[in-house]
């Protein structure tokens, strides 16, 4: 259908034009309604609508993907500009008045989630019951992707090198434990070095994750090899293998707690220098940061 345009001025819709630059970074409009939390029909229909509105194509869409026309690059230059300035005006416009409210996005690691997150998070919440909190659990990796991309506000994780672009904080201190099913020959011993682990049986947690890919390294650095048995998804189904007899497994103190903390386990410090683990904030430098954010920052930390 040929591009007419109308001597009627058509209203752009700033909503719009975020999720066009969206896309266009994206390079694909599904992923990009993954990340503005949208279906992919309702962020082509406004799409759509918005080369409707400017009277021209902005993208060529195939199967692989969207790339830009001319003027949909120049579109992509000024929407950029304009979707910062919108954002600056919502942070400004929060840090006024005396009641502090509005969604925050929070990513968070499993050891987070799960040990120590939840009474903060009931504490923040009771404090602040205007603000509302969107929780997403993910690998430490794809927190602090997500903190990059503005994708997240708030982010927690495994201490790790980050960019310049982000600031971080202290969440919690979280050592390396070594979960034994009750009875076990080494369960006499008050801690257990990586090697004497690395003897036995062993039950691996989230092939790829934080955990997975820093026990391989070490075990790596000692010249052995770190071949788990059995390799489950969860923290819980880790303690399970245990449990049955199947081996033993190296889990965040938190998970430990909650998972084996009962007589038909046995918990042992990890003793090495690098067991003593620390999960950290993360987030994306701002100025100013709005008053929902910074306030959940400063209640989280550790």
């Known amino acids: 259908m040929p591009w007419i345009r109308s001597n009627v001025t058509r209203r752009v819709d700033p909503y719009s034009v975020r999720l066009f630059v969206s896309a266009a970074r994206a390079g694909s409009i599904v992923r990009a309604a993954e990340q503005e939390h949208i279906a992919p029909s309702a962020l082509s229909r406004r799409l759509a609508d918005l080369e409707r509105a400017f009277g021209t194509p902005l993208l060529i869409r195939s199967p692989r993907g969207v790339v830009l026309t001319d003027a949909g690059q120049l579109v992509l230059t000024r929407g950029e500009k304009i979707d910062e300035d919108l954002q600056a005006l919502l942070r400004e416009v929060q840090t006024e008045g005396a009641e502090v409210r509005g969604p925050v996005r929070l990513y968070a690691n499993m050891s987070a989630v799960i040990g120590f997150l939840p009474e903060r998070l009931r504490a923040f919440m009771a404090a602040y019951p205007q603000i509302e909190v969107s929780l997403q659990e993910n690998d430490t990796r794809d927190v602090i992707r997500a903190c990059l991309d503005d994708r997240a506000d ?38 257990l070095t990586f090697a004497q682990v690395l003897e036995l049986p062993l039950i691996g947690v989230h092939q790829g994750g ?86 959940l920052i400063e209640q989280l930390q550790g």
């Open 154 to 191: 708030v982010g927690i994780g495994v201490d790790m090198p980050v960019p310049s672009g982000l600031e971080t904080w202290l969440f919690a201190t979280d050592p390396l434990q070594v979960v034994l099913p009750a009875g076990h020959a080494l369960a006499k011993r008050k801690a």
């Open 210 to 295: 934080a955990l997975d890919r820093a026990l391989h390294e070490r075990a790596a650095a000692s010249h052995r090899p770190f071949a788990p048995t059995v390799s489950v998804s969860s923290f819980d189904a880790v303690c399970r293998m245990v449990e049955a007899g199947l081996g033993i497994a190296v889990i965040p103190q938190s998970a430990a707690a909650a998972y084996a903390g009962n007589p038909r386990f046995v918990r042992r410090p990890l003793d090495e220098p690098w067991a003593a683990r620390e999960l950290r904030m993360y987030a994306l430098r701002k100025s100013p940061r709005s008053r929902a954010v910074a306030a």
